[in-house]
């Protein structure tokens, strides 16, 4: 699978909005109000703040959105994680995949691993570990997160029901990371898209 991915437009909104609005994915998004005009405000590319919205394509096709951002600037989601001992330096993460007919067959972990490498470590010296914390009952989520090579942390009970903290540390992907530098040795903030060429998702861990 070779993954690109590129930074959310506005051209991209649109898309964005029909995936935050199918059932399988606005169950996960926490009440999040998922409106036009939400998705507009909250995931304005313009928006200036220190999350990064990124639109993940394979093989040419657009195929879902992931965003990292520096776990201290999200203190009421991170918070927890620090009391598990997570680097006060991590990056979070969110994800989906649009389609739900092309869920369950290995892309979600596959395009998780391939952003790490690509995007969170890849272009982020300053980030030491990436981390999720997926609902406990969103197994696809949290087994999507082994796949890629994170490990459980920890449980974290949230209002809405207990979540799994995974973690995935810079050094598990380091080879991969020294991989994708040489290939896209050009690429800028502004240049070309990281290309990610992933054949396996990863080291696979299980879940404890
Ligand atoms: C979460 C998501 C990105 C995972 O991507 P995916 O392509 O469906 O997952 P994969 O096919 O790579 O599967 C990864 C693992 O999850 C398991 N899995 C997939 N769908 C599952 C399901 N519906 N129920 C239970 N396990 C499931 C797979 O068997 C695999 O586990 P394994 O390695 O132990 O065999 C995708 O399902 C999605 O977009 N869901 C809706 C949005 C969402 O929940 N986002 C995350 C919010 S925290």
Not at 76 to 92: L, M
Request: include cysteine.
């Amino acid at each position: 699978m070779t993954f690109t991915f590129r930074p959310l437009e506005d051209a991209d909104l649109p898309m964005l909005h029909g995936w935050l609005n199918e059932p399988g994915v606005v169950r996960w998004w926490e009440g999040d109000d998922v409106s036009w005009e939400a998705v507009v405000r909250d995931y304005d590319p313009a928006s200036g703040d220190s999350t990064e919205h990124w639109i993940a394509s394979l093989d040419g096709t657009d195929v879902g959105w992931i965003q990292c951002y520096p776990a201290v600037d999200e203190p009421e989601e991170t918070e927890p994680w620090f009391a598990f001992g997570i680097d006060q330096t991590a990056a979070g993460i969110d994800y989906l995949v649009g389609d739900p007919d092309v869920r369950g067959r290995g892309i979600g972990s596959a395009m998780i691993r391939a952003f790490v490498t690509d995007i969170v470590f890849g272009r982020h010296p300053e980030w030491t570990q990436a981390c999720a914390g997926p609902y406990l009952a969103n197994e696809a989520s949290w087994r999507a997160l082994a796949r890629g090579g994170f490990r459980f942390v920890g449980m974290i009970d949230d209002d809405d029901g207990p979540c799994r903290l995974m973690a995935i540390d810079r050094g598990v992907v380091v080879g991969d990371q020294a991989q994708v530098r040489t290939r896209s040795s050009t690429a800028s903030a502004s240049g070309p898209s990281p290309t990610s060429d992933v054949s396996d998702a990863g080291t696979r861990r299980e879940a404890t």
